[in-house]
């Protein structure tokens, strides 16, 4: 593979992997580089911390307090 192939695939392995991000995250990848509708720092911190935690006790809690405090209407697929 010459080096424009390989630079065009990681773009393209790139944008899929921010698009499913933003598919998670429940907002638009345009979000992503526009630092003013997204704390990315907060964002980051969270999904490092997310990583760090093994235990699927430990995550569960993690989750049954964020639902607790997430307004319900910004919740995908919620009521």
Do not use: H
Request: charged residues 30%; proline residues 6%; aromatic residues 6%.
């Amino acid at each position: 593979m010459c080096k424009r192939d390989a630079a065009e695939y990681e773009s393209d392995e790139s944008e899929l992997l921010l698009s499913r991000i933003a598919a998670a995250l429940d907002c638009p990848v345009e979000a992503f580089s526009d630092p003013s509708s997204l704390d990315r720092n907060q964002t980051v911190e969270l999904l490092r911390l997310w990583a760090m935690l093994k235990d699927e006790q430990d995550r569960s809690k993690v989750l049954s307090f964020l639902r607790g405090v997430a307004p319900r209407t910004s919740l995908p697929g919620g009521p």
